[in-house]
């Protein structure tokens, strides 16, 4: 089996910081493509950020500039570095992995259980 989970999210005033984390574990052979998405009250989910394995980045217009996704591959950890925070930015936060959990086998999508952040103005 395999778990992602967030940590780091929080209340935080506007122009803050947060650092959110996404460790992954369990039955793990590779980790491809990572990301981090947002569901607001009546929104949809949206893209944040994306990495791929090789280290290429892709962040949702919103959050460009501010906002800088990392990952440990030695970890199999994630991290959103979140800056010059605005109350839109509050929502829930997913993490989202493609991982082959062996050899044989083709890539499977997982998603953590979500961590709240909220901004206040």
């Known amino acids: 089996q395999v778990q992602l989970v967030e940590s780091g999210g929080g209340l935080v005033q506007a122009g803050g910081s947060l650092r959110l984390s996404c460790a992954v574990s369990?039955?793990?052979?590779?980790?491809?493509?990572m990301g981090w998405y947002r569901r607001s009250s009546g929104k949809e989910r949206e893209l944040v950020a994306i990495?791929?394995?090789?280290?290429?980045?892709k962040y949702g217009d919103s959050v460009k500039g501010r906002f800088t996704i990392s990952r440990d591959y030695a970890k199999n950890t994630l991290y959103l570095q979140m800056n010059s925070l605005k109350p839109e930015d509050t929502a829930v936060y997913y993490c989202?992995?493609?991982?082959?959990?062996?050899?044989?086998?083709?890539?499977?999508?997982?998603w953590g259980q979500g961590t709240q952040v909220t901004v206040s103005s």
């Open positions: 989202n992995a493609d991982i082959r959990m062996s050899w044989d086998t083709g890539q499977n999508n997982y």
């Open positions: 369990g039955s793990i052979f590779s980790i491809g493509t």
């Open positions: 990495i791929t394995r090789g280290g290429g980045t």
